[in-house]
């Protein structure tokens, strides 16, 4: 900022956008931000009433902004996430927190000089080649994303792996409202993010992370408008659903499994699960990969779907499997670099404690947690 003056001039405008980006009313604002009334907040935003230090460090946890964004001359406005989920859901405040989380790990890999390789995987395809090959270029791309990415036969088993460590895109996993399952952003200054519902089974996770990956790949070959505001099965959408599940499923190894578990060339339902635990899918993505390949008719699929008894089975034979491994909400890699950033002196002990949602208090006990202890710390050779 030039001045002061120019400061006073701009600030209100900035914390009023923040706020309504963050999807919060002018009294939940203020309610969460300790003022007895929404009328001061009103009078900051107006720029009748000005704000103290502590109160703009409260600002901006509550609003998901760096201390930076209200005092930039210029802010590039927000990049805008592809989302999965059912109409009149509000999910600005859900999307902030996920931009926030970007632009945290964005800034400890450039603290700590690190490169990204999320661009490796981007695929030179366009429109125009969909609209020739369809749902043929989409299987094809799974496929060879899976190969590339050496994910082997049970690829649900290795993705979250590959995805957050070889190509550095950064996941978040939280708790989201029903109906919602996930997003996906790509961003020069971001990096690329991935959004997944904490609360959805674990063979839902690995096929949200399937679908959302399609999205990375073909970023800017669909616009926004064409993949839709996520409520609808788009052409996009489904392609996305079909690339998820060639990437998940694959061929060989799925028929191998299925001709190994099949009794006298009759598919049951308890063969369906089966196939559904081993591979970490639902048992609808089994289903529908077996109609792709020729296995099963597609009446016998819907008929299949609509019998009850398939849901009750599925749910008895999955039950010790809803809650196992399941992750925490950063990824281990941001965790480890928020440590390193720490202790390279990099960061406060203040921001630390932002960064992994964390109690001041509780820092050392972190640190400790994730094994980063003094004699863990010194050097043993040169690099």
Known sequence: MKSIQDWNQVFPKRATKAREAAGLPLSEAASLLGFKNYQTLSGIEKGTRKITAHELS?????YGRTLGYFFEPEVLPDPKPLWRKVPDVNINQIERRFLAFLENYSSLENLLGLTRRWKDIQKNYTKADFLERKFQLANQLGCDIRNSLDLGARPASNLLNALENHLRVRILHLPLPDGVSGASVVDDTLGVGILVNLNEAPWRRNFDLGHELFHIVTWGVFSHKEVGDGTKKTKPEQYADAFASSLLLPKEPLLNSLKEITIGGQIKLVDIIELAKEFGVSTEAILWRLVNLG???????????????LSRVDRVMRRGLFFAGKPSTFPERYIFLACRSLLEGKISRGTFAKYLEIDRSDVDHTLREQGFLEETYEEIAPA
């Open 58 to 62: 409260a600002m901006a946890d509550v």
């Open 295 to 309: 296995q099963i008719h597609r009446s016998e699929v819907r008929k299949t779907l609509d019998n009850p008894e």
